[in-house]
């Protein structure tokens, strides 16, 4: 499913009412209307409940004088309250206002009519509060009276349904702007913004509903949006199929240079990650000690040891000639990043011309030197969390956290894919960016992105194009996690790798 941003929202809104003379109250009637359906649905039967609406002079501010209009259907037991000056109102806006007082609604003018704390009591007494104060047009911090009004639903409010978004969020990142409303339920239209599946956004969202308001479909796709979120049916399409007449080369050979005296469990994740999820072939490359333990956990890892603690320029030849022999390449989980590590990371990266995934130690190693990205002649994926993300950019680790443009912008620049790692996880390419909004707590654990470097390794071995390979990854790695029945965060690593058969088998299906 696509995400569209509030400026393409916009463009869309100027292009409906342009081409196809569908005027924007047309569009504000339909989204007022989605809401109170949506809260029928969600709710049930409106007739006994009280509502509070509460109005910006903005058109979410009209949305939300809609809602109240079509609300009085169902019940008398509706009260609105316009916050900020009505002389500041859209047109829009205004004759929605007008509408609801020939009804003889009481609206009320917070400032005027009625000040904090008999809004509190206002708030209290009220069922269902509509959020309907800020939407895709919020800009800046979120000023006073609004902070204290919205600091208010938080804290007395039973239910709260935002209008578009919750109040107080930034439409494009889902940070929030000083205070923003936490909602119950989120009814937005046409397709889902950024702030819905950025954290901190997407917690404050609640349940998330979409509501077609008569933006033809048509003119969406034409406006060709970038950015999606990964569904089911998405992957479905992109997990390689199991020809019959086949044999272990045909499911790809996956080489995984990993590993490091100090770190002795992270290749093997790596390695059982890309096992699961059907590579055909994978081959460790490490010290001894790794393997021993690797292929004590499953025999059917083939191991080639290095000769010391940990790697070396000692090693490149024999590298680069396992590399030839593969598909793809795993290169980077507990590697350490020692001087003579990162030496040769480097040189392996600039000689090497098949797929391969960086990660962890991989990543700190070459974020001396991220132009070296520039020099594989192979597809190249890397999987930072924030953190290494931070290092790679030389940003604080807060402001690359869910920065989906950060991550365009250097996947342009370094011609190579991110997977940014988090609660919601970006994968870009530059030109198309998907979020994995699937998986939970329990993969906030070292290791899992071991695991997830293995599972993704495995598919690129498999044939599958980089980008579809990380899509796909993701998706099964947070699926995987889902199918834990215990409480999140009890799961262990190597149970994570056990239930990747089940995701997998719930894609296929
Ligand atoms: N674009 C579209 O196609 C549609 C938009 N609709 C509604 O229109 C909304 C966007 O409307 P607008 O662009 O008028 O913007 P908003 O209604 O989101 O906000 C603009 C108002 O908020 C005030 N404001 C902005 N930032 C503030 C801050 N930091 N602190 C305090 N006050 C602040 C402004 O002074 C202005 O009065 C959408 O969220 C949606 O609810 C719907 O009617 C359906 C169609
Ligand atoms: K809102």
């Not at 359906?37 to 109005?55: H, I, R």
């Not at 239910?159 to 205070?179: A, F, K, N, W």
């Not at 190249?380 to 989906?404: D, M, S």
Request: hydrophobic letters at 40%; a negative charge.
């Amino acid at each position: 499913m696509k995400i569209i941003s509030g400026e393409e929202m916009r463009e869309l809104e100027r292009m409906t009412e342009e081409s196809l003379k569908i005027p924007a109250s047309f569009l504000m009637e339909r989204a007022g209307l989605a809401v109170v359906l949506a809260l029928e649905q969600e709710l049930g039967d409106l007739s006994g409940k009280s509502f509070l609406v509460l109005c910006g002079t903005g058109n979410n501010g009209g949305d939300g004088l809609v809602v109240a209009r079509n609300l009085l259907d169902h019940t008398d037991m509706v009260s609105c309250v316009i916050v900020g000056e009505e002389e500041r109102m859209t047109n829009l806006t205004r004759e929605n206002l007008e509408r609801l007082r020939l009804l003889g609604v009481d609206v009320k003018k917070f400032g005027v009519d009625i000040d904090l704390d008999g809004l509190a009591e206002m708030i209290k007494r009220s069922d269902v509060i509509v959020d309907a104060l800020l939407g895709t047009g919020s800009r800046g911090e979120v000023r006073n009276p609004l902070s204290d009004i919205i600091n208010l639903v938080n804290l007395y409010a039973g239910y709260v349904v935002s209008v578009d978004l919750p109040s107080g969020l930034e439409c494009d990142t889902g940070r929030i702007l000083g205070m923003a409303i936490k909602a119950n339920l989120t009814v937005t239209f046409v397709l889902p913004k950024p702030c819905h599946v950025l954290f901190p956004g997407r917690e404050l969202t609640g349940k998330l509903k979409v509501a077609n308001i008569g933006i033809p479909r048509s003119l969406c796709e034409s406006m060709n949006l970038k950015r999606s979120i990964i569904t089911k049916s998405h992957v479905k399409r992109i997990l390689p199929e199991r020809k019959k007449d086949s044999h272990k080369k045909t499911f790809g050979t996956l080489l995984v240079i990993a590993g490091s005296r100090q770190y002795l469990g992270a290749p093997i994740l790596t390695c059982l990650g890309a096992l699961r999820i059907g590579c055909g072939y994978v081959r460790l490359l490490s010290c001894e000690e790794v393997g021993r333990l690797a292929v004590g956990r499953e025999p059917g890892l083939v191991f080639t040891s290095i000769d010391g603690d940990s790697f070396s320029l000692k090693e490149l030849d024999l590298a680069l000639e396992l590399a030839q022999e593969s598909d793809a390449i795993v290169l980077g989980p507990g590697l350490t990043n020692r001087e003579h590590v990162c030496e040769f990371v480097m040189n392996f990266l600039m000689q090497i011309d098949k797929p391969v995934l960086i990660d962890a130690d991989g990543l700190n190693c070459i974020s001396k030197n991220v132009d070296v990205l520039n020099s594989v002649r192979a597809p190249v994926i890397i999987t930072p969390h924030p953190g290494e993300f931070a290092r790679l950019v030389k940003q604080p680790t807060e402001q690359v956290k869910y920065n989906y443009l950060l991550a365009e912008r250097f996947a342009l620049d370094h011609n190579v894919i991110v997977v940014l790692k988090g609660a919601t996880t970006i994968v870009t390419d530059g030109k198309n960016t998907y979020y994995n909004l699937v998986g939970n707590t329990s993969l906030a654990k070292a290791g899992s992105g071991d695991v997830l470097s293995g599972v993704i390794g495995g598919f690129l071995a498999q044939g599958v194009a980089p980008t579809e390979a990380c899509v796909l990854g993701v998706y099964v790695h947070g699926l995987a996690s889902e199918k834990y029945s215990m409480r999140e965060g009890t799961m262990l690593v190597s149970e994570l790798v056990d239930l990747i058969p089940y995701a997998v088998e719930e894609v296929a299906r």
